[in-house]
């Protein structure tokens, strides 16, 4: 069952969402709630609908049915535009210009401060590659710029899809401290991943299978309440048990 928290606490709120992707059901009637200031991992293995999720947090999935509540509005209202930073697994950025330009760039669009571009290319550990054409860098460096990209003007809600993807493990490391940094600062963040060692990184998870959210608490609850070792096994024992309350319900 989803207990539902306070909803001044709640960076996202969603209740009872159904979407389908061309004529297959893809999310059924799933809810969640991602507190504010936290850094809210949800994994579960490809295809399984995490792109859809967060597509429909940012507002750019037509949704069925349910509710989608973003920072105390709907899903994909106009004032969420600035509020809400979204990084898609295909980097989004220019390969002709360098990456100071292409920051630059997005910083004019948004009317972010100038003082921004040199923020968010530390944060990202991009200082180095500055006068770099982004066509010339390695994926997980093209990756970081289109990070870099969505933390101008300072989002509240960053939703990012499978930001670690390519990264050599000290850079992940690296950007796990920096989510974590944005949280301290009152940032809320729902990172996607479908490596299950990333678990143990976030505050809270949750966890997905076929459109559902199978788990949503602690990484420490999710060891305690499986008796599992690692998350791996974690929620290799939640999947068994949810096959088996399903048998068991239809058996019934
Ligand atoms: N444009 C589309 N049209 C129809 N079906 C789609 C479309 N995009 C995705 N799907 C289907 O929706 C389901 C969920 O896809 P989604 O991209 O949300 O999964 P995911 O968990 O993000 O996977 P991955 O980790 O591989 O990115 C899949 O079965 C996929 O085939």
Redesign the pocket.
């Known amino acids: 069952m989803h207990l539902m928290m306070n909803s001044a606490a709640v960076a996202v709120r969603i209740e009872d969402l159904r979407v389908r ?2 004529r ?1 059901p ?1 999310l059924h009637g799933l809810s969640l709630d991602v507190p504010r200031g936290q850094v809210v991992g949800l994994l ?12 429909a947090i940012v507002g750019v999935q037509v949704i069925q049915s349910g509710t989608v509540t973003v920072l105390g509005l709907p899903g994909g209202s106009a004032a969420l535009r600035h509020r809400v930073g979204y990084v898609t ?1 295909a980097a989004s950025v220019y390969d002709d210009l360098t990456v100071r330009q292409n920051i630059d760039y997005f910083r004019r669009v948004l009317g972010a401060p100038a003082t921004d571009v040199d923020r968010v290319l530390d944060a990202t550990s991009l200082g180095d590659q500055a006068g770099q054409l982004v066509g010339e860098l390695s994926g997980g460096q093209r990756s970081r710029v289109s990070l870099a990209a969505a933390l101008l003007g300072s989002p509240e809600l960053l939703v990012l ?2 930001p670690t993807v390519g990264l050599d493990p000290v850079l992940r490391v690296e950007l796990w401290e920096l989510f974590h940094r944005l949280a301290a600062s009152g940032v809320s963040l729902l990172v ?1 991943s ?1 490596v299950m060692d990333e678990a143990t990184r976030c505050d809270r998870l949750l966890l ?1 299978r076929d ?1 559902e959210i199978l788990f949503d608490d602690t990484p420490a609850g999710l060891l305690a309440s499986t008796g599992a070792a690692d998350a791996e096994s974690a929620f290799l024992e939640v999947i068994t048990r949810r096959a088996e309350e399903q048998s068991a319900g239809g058996a019934a």
């Open positions: 992707r061309g297959s893809v579960g293995p490809s295809g399984c609908g995490k792109t859809t999720l967060m597509r697994q899809d499978e996607s479908h997905m459109g």
